[in-house]
């Protein structure tokens, strides 16, 4: 975890493409999700 930066900018072709789901959610991430979970779909946290 010490590597992740939230704040990095990438080049468009180094960017995750994420799809909004209206009333769901974005990508791997769903309204809802707890901290950890959270953090496990994003990759910043194994479980």
Same mark, same amino acid.
């Given at each position: 975890?010490?590597?992740?930066?939230?704040?990095?900018?990438?080049?468009?072709?180094? =960017?995750?493409? =994420?799809? +909004?789901?209206?009333?769901?959610?974005?990508?791997?991430?769903? +309204?809802?999700?707890?901290?950890?979970?959270?953090?496990?779909?994003?990759?910043?946290?194994?479980?």
């Amino acid at each position: 975890m010490a590597d992740w930066n939230p704040w990095a900018v990438k080049s468009d072709t180094e =960017r995750d493409r =994420r799809e +909004f789901t209206p009333l769901h959610g974005v990508g791997s991430l769903v +309204f809802g999700m707890d901290l950890l979970q959270t953090a496990a779909a994003l990759g910043v946290l194994r479980r």
